[in-house]
């Protein structure tokens, strides 16, 4: 199970922490990433980090935001800095087990940012 939170109401250029907390599966053995989805469209992979090595798939978010495992804590975060109105969505994490593909999904947090 994984516990997504951190989201919220954010100024432009602030600078959130999301953090997802997995319990029941121990997280360096999966695969981690952050996805984010508006209405309308399909939820897109914005970060991902498996074996330490940290890919941002999203070019929009490139240079501004970082995923961070804390293998201590069983949690991954999410450092969004220079927020901007079009990064408002629902941000999820998941968890993919790298042996099996089995994956799990965060309930997902809203982050909105004002102009």
């Known amino acids: 199970q994984l516990q997504a939170s951190g989201g919220g109401l954010v100024q432009t250029g602030g600078s959130p922490r999301l953090s997802c907390v997995a319990s029941?599966?121990?997280?360096?053995?999966?695969?981690m990433g952050w996805y984010r989805q508006t209405p309308g469209k399909q939820r897109e992979l914005v970060a991902s980090i498996t074996f330490g090595v940290t890919t941002n798939n999203a070019d929009s978010v490139k240079g501004r935001f970082t995923i961070t495992p804390d293998n201590a804590k069983n949690t991954v975060y999410l450092q969004m800095n220079g927020l901007k109105p079009e990064d408002t969505a629902v941000y999820y994490c998941k968890a993919r087990r790298l042996l099996t593909g089995q994956e799990y999904w965060g309930q997902g947090t809203q982050v909105t940012v004002s102009s």
């Open positions: 029941g599966i121990i997280l360096s053995s999966h695969g």
